[in-house]
């Protein structure tokens, strides 16, 4: 097992998998359970007081007087239990992901199929992706960002996640930074039988644009732009204050304020115009040669 970069990637590593290749139905189905069973207990007396109110019985020994009203309260028992549900499987699995990473710290580096690491790494991936994916369904805007944070990644203020995938370690994102549709931030990478890990550093203010891929070990520094449909080299630092394009991102364009780019539009639509003016007198000149 190796612990450090290897040079030798370098160039290999750009490939990505991103999904470990591994049992993970286990993780999930102890996932639901705990959220059921917590929802079920905790309605317990609800559900026995409606059956009292249908049949007359009830089945438990105790029992509050069943009233009329309970039935009002049926279609916002139901919606908040899908928030109970939920973060019964948040709470769940935050507890799980702290064990988890008391018995197997999370490290840098590059690790072998089998290893300790890479197993470790797998159950914690998946201890945290299906809660962050059931809170991403919930109508509560940045309710994902606050998942994030719960599970220990370092998220700043203000700062917008649409749709897409964020890995839950070795990730940091400054304050007022957006990432937009459709786009991957890696920590990991799987390579064949090989895993890479390395500190993905986004800082304050920047922007991930559309269907962009961020390997890891990227660095964007404080207002840099990555994009759309780019991606970066692992380990690639991207200069503050540029949009960064191309896959891998390999160009820099400075980025411009609204006068100078209104002055580029009039100075191009001027530049139309002239050559439009002198084709135009080109032709006539030629009509009235023949």
């Known amino acids: 097992m190796e612990n450090k ?16 290749k591994t049992l993970f139905t286990p993780i999930i189905i102890l996932q639901l359970f705990v959220g059921w069973i917590t929802v079920l207990f905790i309605n317990l007396w609800y559900y026995n007081d409606l059956y009292y109110l249908l049949t007359g019985k009830s089945f438990l020994p105790f029992i509050l007087i069943g009233q009329w009203w309970e ?45 300790k690491e890479w197993k470790y790494i797998h159950r914690r991936f998946w201890t945290a992706y299906f809660p962050i994916w059931l809170t991403r369904a919930l109508p509560i805007p940045w309710s994902d960002i606050f998942v994030y944070r ?53 800082g304050k203010a920047c922007v991930v644009g559309p269907q962009s891929i961020i390997n890891p070990g990227t660095i964007m520094e404080d207002n840099a732009v990555l994009g759309a449909n780019s991606y970066t080299w692992v380990g690639q630092e991207l200069e503050g204050n540029l949009i960064h394009v191309g896959t891998p991102v390999s160009m820099k364009i400075p980025i411009q304020t609204l006068e100078e780019s209104q002055e580029k539009v009039e100075k191009i639509k001027d530049e139309i115009s002239d050559k439009r003016s002198s084709l135009n007198h080109k032709n006539k000149r030629g009509g009235s040669d023949n």
């Not at 970069?5 to 470990?20: N, P």
């Open 5 to 20: 970069i290897d040079s030798q990637f370098r160039i290999e590593y750009i490939s990505t998998s991103g999904v470990y």
């Open 71 to 115: 039935w009002l309260l049926l279609p916002l028992n139901l919606y908040g239990n899908l928030f109970l549900f939920v973060f019964s499987i948040i709470l769940f699995s935050a507890g799980i992901y702290k064990v988890l990473n008391k018995l197997n710290p999370p490290k840098e580096g590059v690790f072998e199929k089998g290893s």
């Open 150 to 202: 719960f599970f220990g990644v370092p998220i700043g203020k203000n700062v917008v996640a649409y749709e897409g995938y964020i890995d839950p370690e070795f990730v940091e994102i400054g304050d007022y930074t957006m990432t937009s549709l459709n786009i991957c931030i890696f920590s990991h990478l799987i390579y064949h039988d090989k895993v890479i890990v390395k500190k993905v550093k986004i």
